[in-house]
């Protein structure tokens, strides 16, 4: 009995540190983030300040500020995506992609419910970064840079879930051919 109680608690303290450890790694993920977005405004004040003393030609600024713009909006996506990560709701799509599979296991649809999720967010970082181009708020350069990353990130997740979904539906006619 005793070695029961004992048994409970070990696992009831484990568990615990493991949520622990898990919400402080997603806290130092926010704070990560954060000063990363700091950092960037710092970094791109201090090379406006650079141009604007004479010490930098145009060109090496344009570059440079481009480049610090694109970091500081995808540090702020980042930080979007991690803040609207659990709020996407894709279960009817998922529904409809696991109907279409013969054999759906738990692991797949817990798969496509994750790739669809990313792509969602994805979508919505997009709309962001076009809101801010009609706001005026981002370079042309910038803007089709992060389009370009996100667009192939969308191709990259596309093709994860068709091969989870053809993966499926080879697994299901293999086993039907043996069965024959």
Do not use: C
Not at 45 to 59: L, P, V
Not at 73 to 83: D, G, I, T
Not at 94 to 100: D, F, H, M
């Amino acid at each position: 009995m005793f070695e029961a109680i004992v048994l409970v608690l070990v696992v009831v303290v484990l568990v615990l540190v493991l949520f622990a450890y898990s919400s402080l790694r997603d806290k130092r993920l926010f704070l990560d983030t954060e000063r990363s977005i700091v950092s960037a405004r710092e970094r791109l004040k201090i090379a406006e300040r650079r141009f604007r003393q004479g010490k930098m030609n145009k060109g090496v600024f344009d570059s440079i500020a481009d480049d610090l713009e694109g970091e500081l909006y995808s540090a702020e996506l980042l930080l979007f995506r991690l803040k609207k990560y659990n709020e996407i709701s894709v279960d009817t799509k998922a529904t409809l992609i696991v109907q279409k599979l013969d054999r759906p296991t738990k692991y797949r649809r817990s798969k496509i419910e994750s790739i669809l999720r990313e792509t969602e967010l994805i979508r919505h970082e997009m709309s962001l970064l076009e809101a801010k181009l009609l706001k005026r708020e981002i370079k042309d350069s910038v803007f089709e840079k992060l389009i370009k990353e996100r667009e192939s990130e969308i191709i990259k997740k596309e093709k994860e879930l068709m091969d989870v979904v053809f993966k499926g539906l080879i697994v299901w006619v293999l086993l039907k051919k043996k069965n024959l």
